[in-house]
């Protein structure tokens, strides 16, 4: 069965440091992955997305991740937070029947 | 712009007394998505409809209804609310079914019962 497992639930980065957020994924099929943002009382937006293209995959806002079949993980990676990052953010899983999401990871940056 | 809007931003109703959510695209979107997202939680999808065609998640319980009058908008209808379903819904849209990945989120509808 297919699963998308967020690592941690809330990462808390200084402002300028770099950002990890880890996503790990089980399928038996070649899987499409999405990194998505939700600011506090607002929707979702999409942040990247991996469909079997480059395996790096580089997303708005400075943000990008890399999918790696090896580790069956596609983590989101920043070099630089800004607090403007602070959110919530949520790893997905896409096949042609199914949308799976991600428990979510809150990202605080500390000033 | 072309969006997705939610209206009310926050709604409250008594337990039991039926609500109505709304939901609003001018994206021209084909399929539009109306999840439940609790404190903390990831969303939850509920149901779909692609066109006119209504898709239910197996696990939404039946206390939850949706109607799509036209492309434009879609309408979450909770009969007889209880105390667990209050939290944010959200709508969002997608081109078509091969899209569903890249979907257009609404700001949601935060839903208190009291």
């Known amino acids: 069965a297919q699963s998308v497992t967020q690592l941690d639930s809330h990462v808390s980065v200084s402002e300028g440091t770099p950002v990890l957020l880890r996503c790990n994924y089980s399928?038996?099929?070649?899987?499409?992955l999405f990194w998505y943002v939700q600011h506090p009382n607002k929707g979702l937006q999409l942040l990247l997305k991996y469909t079997s293209a480059a395996t790096l995959v580089k997303g708005i806002n400075g943000f990008e991740a890399e999918f790696k079949k090896s580790e069956t993980s596609f983590h989101l990676t920043k070099p630089s937070a800004h607090m403007s990052d602070a959110a919530e953010y949520f790893c997905l899983y896409s096949s042609a029947s199914k949308i799976i999401f991600g428990s979510g990871t809150r990202l605080s940056i500390r000033p | 712009d072309a969006m997705v809007i939610q209206n009310p931003r926050y709604q409250v109703t008594q337990f039991g007394k039926p609500v109505t959510l709304s939901c609003s695209q001018t994206l021209n979107h084909n399929v539009m998505y109306w999840y439940q997202q609790k404190s903390s939680q990831a969303p939850k999808l509920l149901f779909h409809?692609?066109?006119?065609?209504?898709?239910n998640e197996a696990d939404t319980p039946d206390n939850f209804q949706s109607r799509r009058p036209n492309t434009s908008f879609c309408f979450l209808d909770i009969r007889s609310p209880g105390l667990g379903d209050a939290a944010m819904y959200l709508c969002?849209?997608?081109?078509?079914?091969?899209?569903?990945?890249?979907?257009?989120f609404g700001p949601g509808t935060r839903l208190t019962v009291t």
């Open positions: 969002a849209t997608s081109r078509d079914l091969d899209t569903r990945y890249e979907q257009y």
């Open positions: 399928s038996s099929y070649s899987p499409s």
């Open positions: 409809y692609y066109d006119k065609d209504f898709n």
